[in-house]
């Protein structure tokens, strides 16, 4: 049954204020894949993988999005024919009129998220992010310009989008200071005259500007400005996310044997078997938690000796310096130590959305088997 009061572009609020879309990491294409955002949420399914089968359970359903961890689309597409699997993906999803939502390294670096998990299944005490997140994206716009024309320029850069702050608009910082240029033959000088050194009493200002309004901003800036070169300085801000990062370092409350933590795991995440790399320890109390793949994440932990390290997989070089560097990793595979994704994504949805069905689809199996 549909939910008239919501739409697609509402579901995806909803994930996001579990598991911010800030937080995705640079080059991973999460966030939508196949929409319409006007579309009422008629249900929603959640899998790990979009695949045509995928797709198909989630209309079963009666669902009309499928969030899914991994984006189905890593690169873009130059044309749809059937037989290549991206593209069946895409014309499943048109056949079937189901919208694809992707949440993946926002899912992986969020508090909360799979690492929080799976510490969560094992009983550990959660710590911080083994690496935390910091984020490049907004910028500082700053300028130069005489006291009468500030709030002109000003007023240009906010209306662009400038001078935004959380929940307060038209933000910015201006402070006095002492300009000095020296126009040369065929300028057309503000102030002055061509040939004489000039120094003016002018305003700093200081304004936010989004990766994305920003050559909007110059642009109104430029315009706005009374001089006829007017400077300005660009400035890329890097801010942390407090909580958030790949992986977490946890501990157990009290010291268990190797084999019992091991064991742990395997019923934790429903396996019969794990890879182990380096020798193991006899007892288990420190561990470093990554989901999916840790391979970004070895050095960090070989910086604290003792801890286990638990992930999903490691390439081969990767295993080689976990060896070489004295640690223990613990390899529950890529889709092993993510499969918890779906159980923990319908629990989220199901608690902020109880009116829309929540669906699991989990069709989909580790693709490299034991023989």
């Known amino acids: ?10 579901f995806r609020q909803i994930v996001d204020s579990a598991f911010p879309f800030a937080y995705t990491l640079a080059d991973d294409p999460s966030g939508w894949a196949v929409v319409d955002e006007r579309r009422p949420l008629e249900g929603a399914a959640v899998a790990l993988e979009a695949t045509p089968r995928t797709i198909e359970a989630a209309a079963d359903a009666g669902a009309s999005v499928l969030l899914v961890h991994h984006p189905p689309f890593f690169t873009p597409l130059r044309s749809l024919r059937a037989g290549d699997p991206a593209s069946d993906v895409a014309l499943s999803a048109s056949r079937y009129g189901i919208d694809l939502l992707a949440a993946h390294t926002n899912v992986d670096c969020a508090p909360g998220g799979l690492s929080d998990r799976l510490c969560e299944l094992l009983g550990l005490e959660i710590g911080a992010a083994i690496e935390p997140l910091s984020a490049r994206g907004d910028y500082k716009l700053t300028t130069f310009v005489p006291s009468e024309h500030a709030d002109v320029v000003a007023d240009a850069i906010f209306n662009s989008g400038g001078g935004v702050i959380g929940d307060y608009a038209r933000c910015g910082f201006r402070s006095p200071g002492l300009g000095s240029y020296l126009p040369l033959k065929g300028a057309d000088p503000y102030s002055g005259r061509v040939g004489a050194q000039s120094r003016e009493p002018e305003l700093r200002i200081e304004v936010l500007a989004p990766r994305a309004k920003l050559p909007a901003c ?4 430029v315009a706005a400005h009374p001089y006829e070169e007017p400077a300005y300085d660009v400035y890329p801000l890097e801010r942390m996310h407090p909580g958030a990062g790949l992986g977490r370092w946890a501990q157990l409350p009290s010291a268990v044997s190797f084999r019992q933590f091991t064991e742990s795991l395997k019923h934790a995440l429903g396996l019969k078997h794990l890879r182990r790399v380096g020798r193991a320890p006899r007892r288990v109390k420190h561990v470093a938690v990554c989901t999916g793949s840790g391979r970004s994440l070895i050095g ?6 003792g801890t ?3 992930t999903g997989e490691l390439g ?14 613990l390899e529950a595979g890529h889709f092993g130590s993510e499969r918890i994704f779906i159980e923990m994504m319908a629990d989220t949805l199901s608690r902020s959305i109880p009116e829309v069905p929540i669906v699991r689809i989990a069709l989909e199996r580790e693709p490299a088997i034991m023989i």
């Open 300 to 305: 960090h932990v070989a910086a604290k000796p």
């Open 316 to 329: 081969y070089h990767d295993q080689r310096r976990v060896e070489q560097l004295e640690m223990c990793a």
């Open 218 to 221: 110059i642009a109104a800036l």
């Open 308 to 310: 286990l390290f638990v």
């Open 1 to 10: 049954m549909s939910n008239p009061g919501l739409t697609h572009a509402d």
